[in-house]
């Protein structure tokens, strides 16, 4: 018999539960028991949606983050919370964001809060983590608490528990020494703890417990591959049996040594691993158990079961009791039920698959496994038409599209001239002055502003009425630059909710839900737009709106659109293709805006690539490739322009070291980038690599209420000015001000227009 289970699932809510409670818990408005009850309804409804399986996860669930507690499972929280009275969730609280609910409410004890975690993306996924400190004198010290109370809930909620911990190879791996120190010193002292908590868990009852070292999916030092070896002797030591979960990728190189680590059973991820499952059984013990990660637990496809039961079959066939299924990893990554998409439109939703449907079609595999195909016959011929239709849908297939990423040519994405020549003529057009300042898009997203929005969506206003009020605030925002005296202005994007979703709400090809919400950090959830079919532009998407900021102002005006990697990374994406196919067909699509914008007088285009880092593979080996495409995906979009259209780009980030060589081939004429927090010291990468074109590296963090007073922008311009030619340099924020106040956003700007002038009148 096949056993089901389920490597984590998504704890915020269907309804966003938690992250209400918890807003609320953080706002002073509840009571940690109420904060603790939603923690125990959130958790019987995260089981009781995986009743059917074999083995239910356990310790997935979490109030902020799955590493964070892990920390906390490890008595290893920061030293500068530690001292701090209260429960042992508001120091936690404190480590996640700064600060506690108890330091809300009581005003005298404010000292109390303390600087919050560093906060990292999950793998190449959009979760974020509090990032575990370390340094040499880090000991540690098991708290169990947490998992010993949930799998007695588990238990009276009649589910067989299998705990689930992060591994301690990946948890070191994870975490920052801040003092520089050899992390894997540490393991010595970690393994003990480690080996209590098995101890623990077996003595509650768990029979498995899932332990995951998703760090095995990317390249380890051979000290690192070693510490696997010597850290699972050590934990082996039969009160328990371990699962080794790894996902988000291969193994490749480290597969014998998974062949080889003492552990009872191995998870691989069967769709990004599928040629290393044979290859893993080989290298395995006979007696392992091996589960498959067969369900993809990254997007939101439905599997095709008869081809997953085509190649499992054997194979099942060969492990017997031994094979286990499961998603390929947590479903933390995807929306919790379609059954909640009910404005969708039919077709499409008959496609998807979200959590509670993953492990719907995970009992059906495992059904047909243990009893035949003939027993679930009608839910595979449902499946099978669910596929037909969405292979053959016109809603998916646009033979003009893909004719036109067949008709690519190198020199669709290459400029007329070099930027020097580019550089001159765009001189002479726009009249700028040294040290230019701009922003980066967004000013405030008022109340006003999102009234606007959702009364018109909600079809309380008309479409008129909406677009005077987005016309008003366009004027609004123009007045206010021209008082501050920038540069080059922008007209704000008050008319645009998210960066991603505007332009794929008019683009052909994308769809929308309504409650597909994932986690992102913390309380915070994204609700990423579907990409389920070929890309088209049925229209132009900002002229108009850029026509009619143009025509209130003198000054330059920025075209403003969001890049084709950008829009790739931040949307659930099609599996029937490659990704560089998808990331074409948005270029071209974008591509065509630009050139609106240009015929309508823009001198000036921003192309936002906010997202491209994060796209990068797990491994680096893979990073070229990726890079080659995404560069090109830019150079796609940009390029088409004349070289006195002026093309900026635009990057959340200023990790720009190993990627250099390739921002500077997407021949942007200025990149802007995030730089203020690290005082510049990322520009030394520029030292080293000497980026041919301008840039404006943020001197103002939009992250922080922080004003940055004048004399502080002048200081970081003049750091920059060491490193990159004064005359290449823009003086702008990290980037969009959405998220902040007008009243925050007029004294910093002005500080920072301000020192752009003392800076051109000393001429530095
Ligand atoms: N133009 C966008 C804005 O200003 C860029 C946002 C981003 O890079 N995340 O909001
Ligand atoms: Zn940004």
Redesign the pocket.
């Known amino acids: 018999m096949v056993t089901t289970h389920n490597l984590g699932f998504p704890r915020i809510g269907a309804r966003r539960e938690l992250k209400f409670a918890l807003e609320s818990y953080w706002k002073g408005a509840s009571s940690h028991e109420q904060l603790q009850k939603v923690g125990v309804e959130q958790r019987a409804r995260c089981w009781h949606n995986q009743a059917a399986l074999d083995l239910v996860p356990v310790g997935d669930f979490s109030f902020y983050d799955h590493v964070l507690d892990m920390s906390c499972t490890l008595g290893n929280l920061p030293a500068r919370v530690r001292g701090l009275h209260d429960n042992m969730l508001d120091n936690y609280f404190r480590v996640a964001r700064g600060r506690s609910a108890a330091d809300v409410q009581d005003h005298a004890s404010s000292c109390s809060s303390v600087a919050a975690g560093e906060m990292t993306k999950w793998f190449d996924t959009n979760y974020h983590y509090i990032v575990p400190e370390f340094d040499a004198e880090t000991g540690f010290n098991l708290d169990s608490s947490r998992l010993v109370d949930q799998l007695a809930e588990a238990k009276a909620a009649g589910v067989t528990a299998k705990p689930v911990i992060i591994g301690p190879i990946t948890y070191l791996a994870l975490g920052k020494a801040k003092d520089g120190s050899d992390k894997l010193a540490l393991l010595p002292r970690l393994l003990p703890v480690y080996a209590s908590l098995l101890s623990v868990l077996a003595a509650q009852g768990a029979e498995w417990v899932q332990v995951d070292e998703p760090i095995l999916v990317t390249e380890l030092d051979p000290a690192w591959q070693q510490a696997f070896l010597d850290a699972y002797q050590i934990l082996n030591r039969g009160v328990v049996k371990l699962l080794l979960a790894t996902y988000f990728g291969q193994l490749r190189e480290n597969l014998p040594l998974v062949g080889l680590l003492p552990v009872q059973g191995v998870h691989i991820d069967a769709i990004n691993a599928r040629d290393e499952v044979r290859h893993l059984i080989a290298a395995s013990p006979p007696e392992r158990v091996i589960s498959l990660g067969v369900v993809n637990g990254r997007n939101i496809w439905k599997t095709d079961l008869q081809a997953t039961l085509d190649w499992l079959e054997p194979l099942s066939v060969h492990l017997d009791d031994r094979l286990w299924l499961a998603p390929s990893c947590s479903l933390l990554h995807v929306p919790i039920d379609l059954a909640v998409e009910q404005k969708m439109d039919a077709e499409i939703r008959s496609w998807l698959a979200f959590a509670i449907q993953k492990l719907e079609e995970i009992q059906l595999l495992a059904t047909a496994l243990n009893i035949g195909r003939a027993a679930i016959a009608t839910e595979l011929a449902a499946n099978r038409s669910a596929l037909i239709s969405r292979r053959t849908s016109t809603r998916v297939n646009n033979a003009a599209v893909k004719a036109a990423v067949v008709a690519i040519t190198p020199d669709i994405g290459r400029r007329h001239s070099s930027f020097t020549v580019r550089a001159a003529k765009q001189a002479t057009l726009l009249h700028l002055p040294v040290y230019p300042t701009t ?4 000013f405030p997203q008022t109340r006003e502003i999102r009234q606007a929005r959702s009364q018109f969506k909600a079809g309380n206003i008309s479409e008129a009425a909406y677009k005077k009020a987005m016309r008003h605030e366009i004027e609004h925002c123009i007045r206010e630059q021209e008082k501050l005296g920038l540069d080059v202005l ?1 007209h704000g ?1 008050a008319e ?1 909710n998210d ?1 991603v979703e505007y332009f794929g709400e008019q683009l052909e090809g994308y769809v929308f839900t309504q409650g597909g919400w994932v986690q992102s950090y913390g309380s915070r959830c994204v609700k990423p737009p579907i990409l389920f079919g070929d890309i088209s532009r049925p229209k132009a998407m900002t002229v108009e709106w850029f026509s009619y900021a143009a025509s209130l102002t003198n000054h330059p005006m920025k075209g ?1 659109l ?1 890049g084709p990697v950008t829009l790739l990374n931040w949307s659930f994406v099609r599996d029937d293709q490659p990704r560089s196919i998808t990331s074409y067909q948005l270029a071209l699509a974008i591509r065509e805006e630009v050139l609106d914008l240009e015929k309508a007088g823009a001198r000036i285009i ?1 192309i ?1 690539e ?1 997202a491209l880092r994060e796209g990068l593979p797990l491994r680096k080996s893979q990073w070229h490739d990726y890079l080659r495409w995404a560069v090109e995906s830019f150079r796609i979009t940009a390029n088409g322009v004349r070289d006195a259209t002026q093309i900026h780009t ?3 980030y200023s990790e720009f070291n190993d990627i250099l060589a390739a921002i500077a081939d997407m021949d942007a004429d200025v990149i802007t980038i995030e730089t203020s927090r690290s005082d510049m010291e990322l520009l030394d990468a520029f030292q080293t690599f000497s980026y041919p074109n301008q840039i404006g590296p943020g001197v103002y963090d939009i992250h922080s209420p922080n004003i940055p007073s004048e004399p502080q922008v002048i200081t970081l311009v003049k750091k920059a000015a060491e490193r990159i030619p004064a005359e290449r340099l823009w003086v702008n924020p990290d ?4 998220t902040r106040q007008w009243s925050e956003v007029i004294p910093a700007l002005t500080n920072m227009v301000n020192a752009a002038h003392v800076l051109r009148a000393k001429g530095t």
């Open positions: 922003t980066i898009g967004s922008v994007e645009r960066m403003m969001t921003q936002d906010a635009h990057m959340c980037c969009g001000l959405k």
